[in-house]
């Protein structure tokens, strides 16, 4: 059986676009690796300057790897919004998109339902199985769209006037 596990956090990546294109970069190579070593797949969101992951394994796998991610200092304020077994993975690799403007710009549906998780992330009273369906949605549906861009990894939320 498959386990997934979603959280949110809150990104504690600072200094320019250069730094925060880095630090990002650092995220995806060790995860890409480390996960593939686990049997993880999954999805990492980043954006209104906060951390949105999905991470599907067997269940040691998945909280071994999460114990690892919460006490990294890049964020923080982890919190786990869903963590339940699923009959199978939705997702068949791992990866990682950035550019939630993008999708507000461009996809008005995944823009509506970006609204909804947003929304449904800061208020823990909301039916958090409606949240993972949505996150799945939207990530599975980023994943389709021949048209997205690969990650853009502009720090939404970082200082952008300090010069490289
Ligand atoms: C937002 C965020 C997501 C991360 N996702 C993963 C991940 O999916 N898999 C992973 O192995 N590490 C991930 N990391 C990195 C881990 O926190 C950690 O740095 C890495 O696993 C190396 O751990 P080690 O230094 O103990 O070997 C993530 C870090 C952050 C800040």
Not at 77 to 89: D, M, Q, V
Not at 136 to 142: C, G, I, K, T
Request: net charge neutral.
């Amino acid at each position: 059986m498959i386990s997934t596990l979603i959280y949110s956090s809150t990104s504690c990546l600072v200094g320019d676009a250069f730094q925060f294109d880095r630090e990002m970069e650092k995220i995806r190579h060790v995860a890409a690796q480390r996960n593939e070593e686990h049997g993880i797949t999954g999805f990492l969101f980043y954006f209104d300057n906060r951390f949105v992951q999905i991470l599907e394994g067997e269940f040691e796998a998945v909280t071994h790897i999460y114990s690892r991610i919460r006490h990294d200092e890049r964020h923080k304020g982890a919190r786990i919004i869903w963590f339940s077994e699923i009959e199978g993975r939705d997702f068949s690799k791992w990866s990682m998109e950035c550019s939630m403007n993008f999708i507000e710009r461009n996809h008005s549906e995944l823009s509506v339902k970006l609204k909804f998780i947003n929304r449904f992330i800061s208020d823990t009273s909301q039916q958090p199985i409606m949240l993972r369906d949505l996150l799945v949605s939207v990530a599975l549906e980023m994943q389709r769209r021949q048209d997205f861009p690969k990650p853009q990894l502009v720090p939404l939320a970082a200082n952008r006037n300090t010069s490289r």
